[in-house]
């Protein structure tokens, strides 16, 4: 689990300030390890005694997300955000339809397409977002 030095870095090298409540923010989320969001992190932060309301969660939220710091991602059919930390190495995510649960797949079948893609194009990819939808084995479609 990284340190707060870690955090601090990741801060700094994005030019934003070092906050006790950031620090938080993205510990919850190293946590966790799985995309969650702001009223979950909200409740993270109470269970671990930070005094925090759920506004500011959203504003650090937001802050981090345009930093591309973490990652916002907005489910299908459902208008609340998740959030997770953006890491190096990424996962995707299964997603039900069913129980909305979301299942991490480690590898990514991206990466060759990738830089098929950029030495066609010239683009500088930077990165990228997948998630899949469908059924879990527990979850039939009607
Ligand atoms: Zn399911
Ligand atoms: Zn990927």
Do not use: W
């Amino acid at each position: 689990m990284p340190s707060d030095d870690t955090y601090k870095s990741i801060l700094k090298s994005n030019g934003l300030k070092n906050t006790k409540r950031r620090n938080s923010i993205l510990e919850v989320l190293t946590q966790i390890a799985q995309p969650i969001t702001a009223d979950q992190v909200f409740l993270e932060l109470q269970k671990q005694d930070v005094s925090i309301n759920l506004s500011t969660v959203y504003r650090i939220l937001d802050k981090l997300a345009s930093k591309g710091i973490i990652c916002r991602t907005n489910l299908i059919g459902d208008n609340k955000s998740l959030f997770e930390l953006n890491q190096m190495n990424h996962r995707h995510h299964l997603i039900c339809m069913g129980c909305k649960q979301m299942l991490a797949v480690d590898d990514c079948p991206f990466e060759q397409y990738g830089k098929l893609l950029q030495a066609r194009t010239g683009f500088n990819i930077t990165g990228h977002k997948l998630e899949i939808y469908g059924y879990c084995r527990n979850c039939k479609p009607r």
